[in-house]
């Protein structure tokens, strides 16, 4: 048994019987996570669980992500902050998994602190060994797409928000991470203007005026220094230390995760439940519950496959009732019905225990309501989700329909208070995917989350 395996070391007696079970591991950590290809409504799961958290840890991911909650009227957008940052008694980390950009970073603190979010830079820790997004990686991103365009006839449609090319720093280990930018900053400003002479040799239009980047650099190094720890201990301490409320954070979803999404319209870096791991430098030990976040359609920013895609007037009813437009880029999303082989196979690579389904109340005026439930291929079911994205292409989906309820459900806030249709709706999916659906959301507010159990 995983959860209590016994140490019987016989060359080491004192270790032999030893228990080692989950409840003695140090407190636990939810995960929060998008379940499709995201833009699902994870902040307002994380908003709400965050009233109550002592930490909440942002893991993977840039400001390529968008997250906007709304707490007593106010509209929050948040890129790089994590969500919980409105809690005044939580603090905010992000992690090592997280690559930054430190413009971004002030600018979003900045722009919310005029809106009321107070006191932010006190409440925030920066992991040392985060890696940062440079400017160039920025355009290098634009550079890159237009590439593609240029000679696939297709790009992969990312935020240009420089996330791929730091996280390829990063890989190729010519990146630079927070504790370098707050080490000797000679050293710095020479592995600086290396990084900026290798990606000028890849792409000889690139122009950067190095020390004007680095003096801001320097600039930003002072700000940033008060916020910066070792994210490893900072975790170790708060996991082993008394009890705390901990909750993670998870930017994108499933289906973008640079391994299990749809390659290669996918973001840079992991953002399924490892991420969570590598990305704060906790133990799986650690995990506790992991929330799945799934709108009640399917919708997808950028190109790719979309098998439950709906280019008519189902579309868009959904796109324009749903304001689906991306928080970072402000472009229209694609809409379609809800896809359950995705979300299905979201649970198996996250093992959700609970998942919120959220925007129900956009299907409020529909006649009918339909929910793909398999795949096909040349007429026959296939039981995994394609790796391929030709045969993704190529897939022929199965639906279940089901009549709509024809009833605004923007005032319901208990399950009660559901039309049985929406009800039905609801059980179906949570059947389908074998995991219960703890919250439904029917709005854009705090209070608009049913709270199932």
């Known amino acids: 048994d995983r959860q209590t395996r016994a140490i019987t070391t016989t060359s080491n007696p004192a270790a032999a019987g030893q228990k080692r079970s989950r409840s003695d591991s140090g407190n636990k950590v939810t995960v929060v996570l998008g379940a499709q290809w995201g833009d699902e409504g994870k902040g307002k799961v994380v908003d709400l669980l965050a009233t109550e958290a002592d930490v909440v840890c942002r893991c993977q991911g840039g400001n390529n992500a968008g997250h906007t909650v709304v707490v007593d009227g106010k509209e929050y957008d948040f890129h790089l902050l994590p969500s919980g940052i409105i809690n005044p008694k939580s603090t905010s980390l992000i992690g090592n998994g997280v690559v930054i950009h430190l413009p971004g970073l002030f600018e979003e603190g900045d722009k919310n602190d005029k809106k009321g979010l107070k006191g932010w830079e006190k409440r925030l820790i920066v992991s040392d060994r985060a890696h940062i997004v440079f400017d ?3 355009v290098v991103d634009g550079l890159q797409e237009t590439e593609r365009q240029a000679q696939e006839g297709k790009n992969i449609g990312t935020t240009k928000k420089g996330i791929g090319p730091a996280y390829s720093s990063k890989a190729s280990r010519t990146g630079l991470r927070v504790c370098d930018l707050l080490g000797d900053f000679k050293d710095f400003s020479t592995r600086f203007k290396n990084l900026v002479h290798q990606y000028q040799s890849m792409y000889p239009s690139l122009t950067v005026d190095v020390e004007d980047q680095l003096k801001k650099l320097k600039e930003y190094a002072e700000r940033l220094r008060p916020m910066v720890r070792d994210g490893v201990y900072y975790m170790y301490e708060a996991l082993h230390g008394p009890p705390k409320k901990i909750l993670v954070e ?21 953002c399924t439940v490892g991420g969570a791991c590598t990305g704060l430098g906790i133990p799986p030990l650690n995990i506790g519950d992991v929330f799945g976040v799934a709108k009640a359609y399917t919708t997808r920013v950028g190109i790719g ?15 324009t009732r749903g304001h689906e437009v991306g928080v970072t880029t402000g472009r229209k999303r694609r809409c379609g019905w809800l896809d359950l082989v995705i979300v299905r196979y979201a649970h198996m690579i996250n093992g959700f225990t609970a998942i919120a389904l959220t925007k129900l109340d956009i299907l409020d005026v529909l006649d009918e309501i339909k929910v793909g439930v398999a795949y096909k291929l040349n007429g026959k079911r296939i039981p995994h989700f394609p790796a391929n994205m030709d ?25 009660s208070d559901l039309p049985a249709k929406a009800q039905n709706y609801i059980r179906f999916i949570e059947n389908h995917i074998g995991v219960p659906i703890k919250w439904v959301g029917v709005g854009k507010s705090r209070e608009c989350m049913i709270q199932m159990f």
Request: aromatic fraction near 14%.
């Open 136 to 138: 160039f990686h920025q």
């Open 250 to 270: 998870g930017a994108n979803a499933a289906l973008l995760d640079i391994d299990f999404g749809t390659y290669p319209f996918v973001t840079s870096s992991n």
């Open 305 to 319: 496959a979309f098998p439950t895609e709906q280019l008519n007037v189902i579309g868009e009813l959904l796109q």
């Open 391 to 415: 045969v993704l292409h190529k897939v022929e989906v199965e639906y279940e329909t089901f009549p709509g309820w024809k009833t605004d459900t923007s005032a319901a806030r208990k399950w």
